[in-house]
């Protein structure tokens, strides 16, 4: 039975990626912060109906020591890495700690691989944002990074020491650049998240305006659970390479937003407020991957569409926010 490890288990794709190892008969294994054992209803929610069938460890990425001796004891086949703190916006309000984080534990997680189990195959979770300021509309894996936030900084360190540990310690090690990607299971504080669950609350009678930043950013939107299920196809091939992960789409956040409220049968510009204080200091204005390679190498191209993504995360959440307001 192959073992995998997964950082950010807890996270969106940490989940689906943990289901979907799971079907595959893997033996999967988490890295979680010692304060979600404390705190399990808030902390591990995502992972809730599969804990039984898990393993958890805890350890922190900002400790080498830590990730060291997961790494010893487990001894996986393969690691996937996607443990960040993901949230563009607070990178900009603490940029010290986003960049701790993220730059040191994927220098942690991918020396401890070296040091202990240099066989096993490495997923390095990096993101469009590497991009930031384009130089060229679709973003192919090609496309020089100009990144314009410090999340989008610390993920162009973590693509180039992935990229340095293929090269010079020949680990199989691979960079999956992932466009934005959004579920049901999306945190609450991303724009996507906002809106549906706004929707709902507004729905419902509990909300009576969402407040958003800038309207026209246009982002290539995709499912998660697709996604993830790319990261796996990519640690199945004989060779490491990197690829886009992506729709090759792009819809701005205005049409996110009046397809949210459409669902719900409402007129968005009622219940939407633009706020100037929720535009980044430095905003990316469009974003749309290139999936040629991954397509004609791996096989795998996006199914669900963009108009099906936001119905489901709307549908979701209106169907929460019934059940609470029953109660």
Same mark, same amino acid.
């Given at each position: 039975?192959?073992?995998?490890?997964?950082?950010?288990? &807890?996270?969106?794709?940490?989940?689906?990626?943990?289901?979907?190892?799971?079907?595959? #008969?893997? *033996?999967?294994?988490?890295?979680?912060?010692?304060?979600?054992?404390?705190?399990?209803?808030?902390?591990?929610?995502? =992972?809730? @109906?599969?804990?039984?069938?898990? %393993?958890? @460890?805890? #350890?922190?990425?900002?400790?080498?020591?830590? =990730?060291?001796?997961?790494?010893?004891?487990?001894?996986?086949?393969?690691?996937?890495?996607?443990?960040?703190?993901?949230?563009?916006?607070?990178?900009?309000?603490?940029?010290?700690? &986003?960049?701790?984080? !993220?730059?040191? #534990?994927?220098?942690?997680?991918?020396?401890?691989?070296? !040091?202990?189990?240099?066989?096993?195959?490495?997923?390095?979770?990096?993101?469009?944002?590497?991009?930031?300021?384009? +130089?060229?509309?679709?973003?192919?894996?090609? &496309?020089?990074?100009?990144?314009?936030?410090?999340?989008?900084?610390?993920?162009?360190?973590?693509?180039?020491?992935?990229?340095?540990?293929?090269? /010079?310690?020949? =680990? +199989?090690?691979?960079?999956?650049?992932?466009? %934005?990607? *959004?579920?049901?299971?999306?945190?609450? *504080?991303?724009?996507?998240?906002?809106?549906?669950?706004?929707?709902?609350?507004?729905?419902?009678?509990?909300?009576?305006? =969402?407040?958003?930043?800038?309207?026209?950013?246009?982002?290539?939107?995709?499912? /998660?659970?697709?996604?993830? $299920?790319?990261?796996?196809?990519?640690?199945?091939?004989?060779?490491?390479?990197?690829?886009?992960?992506? &729709?090759?789409?792009?819809?701005?956040?205005?049409? +996110?937003?009046?397809?949210?409220?459409?669902?719900? $049968?409402? %007129?968005?510009?009622?219940?939407?407020?633009?706020d100037r204080n929720l535009f980044r200091p430095a905003e990316v204005y469009e974003l749309r991957g290139d999936i040629t390679k991954i397509k004609q190498n791996l096989g795998w191209q996006p199914k669900v569409k963009f108009e099906e993504l936001v119905k489901v995360m709307v549908e979701n959440d209106m169907k929460e926010i019934h059940k609470i307001k029953?109660?």
């Amino acid at each position: 039975m192959k073992k995998a490890l997964v950082t950010g288990i &807890t996270g969106q794709d940490g989940s689906y990626l943990a289901e979907l190892l799971l079907e595959k #008969g893997y *033996e999967v294994h988490g890295i979680v912060r010692r304060v979600a054992f404390e705190d399990q209803e808030h902390r591990l929610w995502r =992972i809730k @109906h599969i804990k039984d069938k898990i %393993n958890l @460890h805890c #350890g922190s990425m900002e400790s080498y020591a830590s =990730i060291y001796n997961i790494v010893e004891k487990v001894q996986p086949d393969e690691c996937y890495h996607l443990a960040a703190q993901s949230f563009v916006s607070y990178s900009f309000e603490d940029e010290f700690s &986003t960049l701790n984080t !993220n730059i040191n #534990g994927t220098m942690h997680i991918l020396s401890a691989i070296k !040091n202990r189990k240099p066989d096993c195959k490495f997923y390095f979770a990096a993101s469009s944002e590497m991009f930031g300021h384009v +130089f060229e509309t679709p973003q192919k894996e090609s &496309t020089p990074f100009n990144p314009r936030s410090p999340y989008g900084i610390s993920k162009v360190v973590g693509y180039y020491f992935t990229k340095n540990y293929r090269e /010079a310690y020949n =680990i +199989f090690a691979c960079n999956g650049i992932c466009f %934005n990607h *959004e579920s049901p299971r999306r945190g609450f *504080e991303f724009v996507t998240r906002k809106i549906s669950r706004g929707v709902a609350m507004i729905k419902f009678g509990l909300l009576d305006k =969402i407040k958003l930043g800038n309207l026209e950013a246009k982002r290539d939107w995709g499912y /998660a659970p697709e996604y993830v $299920e790319a990261m796996y196809l990519m640690l199945q091939q004989d060779k490491p390479e990197d690829y886009i992960i992506a &729709t090759g789409e792009t819809h701005s956040v205005k049409e +996110f937003v009046e397809l949210a409220f459409e669902v719900a $049968e409402l %007129n968005w510009e009622e219940y939407v407020e633009m706020d100037r204080n929720l535009f980044r200091p430095a905003e990316v204005y469009e974003l749309r991957g290139d999936i040629t390679k991954i397509k004609q190498n791996l096989g795998w191209q996006p199914k669900v569409k963009f108009e099906e993504l936001v119905k489901v995360m709307v549908e979701n959440d209106m169907k929460e926010i019934h059940k609470i307001k029953r109660k």
